[in-house]
């Protein structure tokens, strides 16, 4: 009798455990839910598509390359990742980090600032152009149509072009566009 | 005590286990959430949709039709493509729908379907579609959901801010990407500017019958005319088409016709050009194109070739024709509910640009104007302006309303859809869309009154939304509900080829109107056959012609001897029944072209010229009864010097 009794404690005990187990489990699924979720406005969409067979995008060429350490992280707190894999196709001009550490001090740190992140998309988009051209062919413009909805000058100085008053250093061909890899960071033109 | 204590803490606990069991049932929130977004696009078995969607086909040819809220696609309708599933194109009666001034054409890319109104409401009776490569204008009717009519537009190249409607569908109209030379003639490329035009096209809709015919072209300066809508409410009586490449370049337009910062909207006073047209103004130009009219009766299409068309210079027409800077090579061009609010979206730029009717009107009256372009005055830019909405994402394209004071604009680079509203130019809401979306729609979208409810965006890029076909993937939809402040996804479909725009509306007015058989008695195909005793075989020199009939589970007739190699044997079936959702299906071995599939009353021919002699089987492609497997007949073919006879017989040998 007492046995029968222990049985049932000790069954009620473990049923209480699994039980309290079972709602543990299911609030951390939950939360994974939850959390996907608020991603989903934020961290979906076609930048993070798993891919190893197409060209590059020119996101995944400023993401593999150590140079432009700072543009990523920039890129990634403006949320900008999703724009720059689109079908564009797009341009993309890339300061280097070095460019970037040119800015006077405590610049990149301020723009980095969550509450900065308006002036911080502004700035990167001033570095995107619909379209495609190489180096050469950039020579045949004045000036080009920024994704800002700013325009930036092109010059032709001992037969370079000169993008806002910064080189080309390199370019790269992308799945959707080019990155053409500068020495300057450029900033639009205050209104 | 021990024990009691015991028993209690058991209880107890088995009482904590079926509590917490409770509460880790409820903690599935999100499970609930999701389902509720379920019962929302559930469409129980048998339940109807709310809503019929006319999705372009884009380079298929064709218009698809879908349910909303579910999302199933209910019919392929073939339009500028040949489709074999019906034989649409392939029969001898349809052949004549895919006629042009250019030949036979067995393909088209259609655009942008939108549906008659009236009253500035939509009406549900026809919807017109747009052939983009070789210009031409369809009409469907909707209440056979088959095309009944399409127009070949001559001087045009690049249909493509075409086919929208005016508020009582008094035109269609057609507006030319690509300019070209009018008239045609051989002439160098690099001489475009100045030279070639662009041909904008008011295609009268006859208010009984829909039919369809070419009253005006406006010829416009040589820019390219991307898209358009007409003036509703106030505004009846305007038309409006964006424009790009007022550079006139004729080649890398993607440098050369982005130099400019701004191009235009022209804004047309059609009212006033057709005043003058029924004035005698205007002049008659020699023109070839093909005018194709499906009748119902005799289930064939007849093709005749016009010979002129009436054009118009709009300096002939003084107030007729106004130009509207609009930043940025402006894509869409979409006016608002109320037709105070024409908003053009600059497809490079961020920002999207809204002008106003009231002040359009008001910098005519007072000549507001800075220059002209070919004797066409150019407002100024500042005293049309409504408003703009500031970088509200990237890549701006298309723009609809939901008849509450909000627009819903789409864009392509940043891809998502963004809700703002009127008058105030504020973004209320963005939803990101999967991928890169191009057009979107609201039932009711280009109206006076907007069906709310839905929305929809159309995307280019389809990536990983579904389980993977390869390299090639049908395009993504995602279905929004926008009844409240914020917009909610719902659902995400693939449509079919490439949807470009939809017109979507309330079931209710064409699901009553649906027909659902052809009546027999109202069928006037020359060869048709009613009775056993109507079919027959008649030659006239090599041409045979079988006069034959189906019913369940039977052709008449179904043995057929005496035909002989190089002759050209014409299958006319016609379909007794008159039963809804009966058709038959007709196929011969080794036919080269499509089976034909034949709605119940209707009649539809097929040529078949065989080239091996032996006995070939003919049978039913439809599965149309029991015994359709049983549906089969025999065709002899002799040598072509052989004296076979000619005879026929169902239910006996041949004798």
């Known amino acids: 009798m007492k046995t029968i009794k222990q049985l049932f404690f000790l069954f009620a005990f473990v049923a209480l455990i699994c039980s309290c187990k079972n709602e543990t489990k299911e609030d951390s699924t939950t939360s994974t839910v939850i959390a996907t979720e608020n991603e989903s406005t934020e961290r979906t969409g076609q930048a993070f598509i798993k891919d190893d067979e197409s060209k590059p995008t020119v996101l995944s060429i400023a993401i593999g390359s150590k140079d432009h350490t700072t543009l990523v992280a920039a890129v990634q707190a403006a949320q900008l990742e999703n724009a720059l894999v689109n079908a564009g196709p797009l341009m993309v001009f890339a300061p280097t980090n070095e460019a970037f550490a040119a800015l ?17 998309a502004n700035i990167l988009k001033y570095h995107v152009t619909p379209g495609n051209y190489s180096k050469d062919f950039l020579k045949k413009f004045k000036k080009l149509g920024q994704a800002n909805n700013g325009y930036v000058k092109v010059e032709v100085v001992d037969g370079e072009p000169l993008i806002g008053g910064a080189k080309i250093l390199g370019s790269i ?19 | 005590m021990k024990n009691i204590l015991k028993s209690t803490l058991a209880i107890l606990s088995v009482l904590v286990a079926f509590t917490s069991c409770n509460n880790s049932g409820k903690s599935g929130k999100s499970g609930a959430l999701a389902s509720n977004i379920a019962e929302k696009v559930y469409v129980a078995p048998g339940e109807h949709d709310e809503f019929y969607a006319f ?16 999302g199933r696609m209910f019919k392929e309708i073939p339009v500028f493509s040949q489709f074999p599933t019906s034989g649409y194109g392939y029969s001898e009666e349809t052949k004549p729908m895919l006629n042009t001034s250019h030949g036979f054409i067995p393909w088209g890319d259609s655009h942008h379907p939108d549906i008659s109104q009236t009253a500035g409401e939509i009406d549900g009776r026809f919807i017109f579609i747009n052939e983009n490569n070789t210009p031409r204008i369809a009409k469907i009717d909707l209440k056979t959901f088959e095309t009944t009519e399409i127009i070949e537009v001559p001087n045009s190249a690049g249909n493509h801010s075409s086919s929208f409607v005016t508020e009582n569908t008094e035109y269609v109209v057609a507006g030319t990407r690509f300019s070209v030379p009018i008239p045609q003639r051989d002439m160098p490329i690099k001489d475009y500017k100045g030279n070639f035009q662009g041909a904008l096209s008011f295609i009268s809709v006859a208010p009984e019958t829909g039919n369809m015919a070419i009253k005006f072209q406006v010829l416009m300066p040589g820019f390219n005319y991307d898209l358009s809508h007409p003036g509703r409410g106030k505004s009846h009586g305007w ?18 016709a982005s130099q400019n910062d701004k191009d235009f909207i022209a804004a047309i006073n059609w009212k006033k050009i057709e005043e003058y047209v029924n004035n005698g103004g205007g002049t008659m130009m020699p023109a070839d194109y093909a005018h194709n009219v499906y009748d119902e009766h005799t289930h064939t299409a007849t093709s005749t070739m016009k010979k002129e068309v009436r054009v118009v210079n709009p300096i002939d027409v003084p107030g007729a024709v106004y130009f509207l800077p609009t930043p940025k090579s402006p894509h869409g ?5 109320s037709g105070e609010y024409i908003v053009g979206n600059g497809k490079l730029s961020a920002n999207l640009t809204v002008h106003s009717f009231t002040k359009m009107l008001d910098a005519i009256e007072n000549k507001k104007f800075d220059g002209e372009a070919y004797g066409i005055p150019i407002l100024n830019f500042e005293d049309v302006l409504a408003g703009s909405v500031e970088q509200p994402g990237l890549g701006p394209l298309h723009t609809e309303f939901d008849g509450k004071g909000n627009a819903y604009t789409t864009f392509f680079i940043s891809s998502e859809v963004v809700k703002w509203k009127l008058g105030t130019w504020e973004v209320i809401d963005r939803q990101p869309t999967f991928y890169s979306v191009g057009h979107l729609t609201i039932p009711g979208g280009n109206s006076g009154k907007p069906q709310g409810k839905y929305m929809f965006a159309m995307n280019k890029i389809t990536k990983d939304r579904y389980l993977p076909t390869g390299p090639e993937l049908e395009h993504s939809a995602q279905l929004y509900d926008i009844s409240g402040d914020k917009m909610e996804l719902l659902l995400d479909f693939p449509t079919h080829g490439e949807p470009h725009y939809a017109a979507a509306m309330r079931a209710d007015l064409i699901k009553e109107r649906s027909q659902k058989i052809y009546n027999l008695q109202d069928n006037k195909h020359p060869y048709a ?39 050209k044997v014409y299958f006319h079936v016609t379909n007794l029944e008159q039963d809804f959702d009966v058709p038959h299906g007709f196929a011969v071995l080794g036919q080269n072209t499509s089976e034909l599939l034949i709605m119940p009353g209707q009649t539809k021919s097929s040529v078949w010229e065989p080239t091996k002699v032996g006995v070939w089987p003919f049978y039913c492609t439809d599965f149309c009864s029991a015994l359709h497997q049983e549906m089969q007949g025999y065709i002899r073919v002799s040598p072509a010097n052989s004296n076979t006879p000619l005879k026929w017989s169902m239910g006996e040998d041949i004798e």
């Not at chain 2, 020199?541 to 035909?563: A, C, K, L, Q, W």
């Open chain 1, 173 to 191: 061909k992308a799945g959707n566009g080019i990155v053409h890899v500068i020495d300057k960071v450029l900033l639009p033109p205050t209104e």
């Open chain 2, 529 to 567: 056959a009613f009775t056993d005793d109507d079919t027959k075989v008649v030659r006239k020199g090599n041409e045979v012609h079988i006069y034959m009939t189906t019913i369940r589970s039977h052709f008449s007739p179904d043995n057929i001897e005496g035909i002989k190699i190089g002759d």
């Open chain 2, 55 to 70: 999705i372009s086909g884009g380079y298929s040819g064709n218009l698809t039709v879908y349910g909303l809220p579910s």
């Open chain 2, 333 to 337: 061009c979409d006016v608002d509910p």
């Open chain 1, 104 to 120: 006077p001090e405590g610049t990149v740190e301020n723009l980095l600032k969550p509450e900065n992140k308006d002036a911080l």
């Open chain 2, 239 to 256: 038309f409006f088409f964006t424009t790009y490449n007022t550079e006139e370049a004729s080649t890398l337009l993607e440098v050369n």
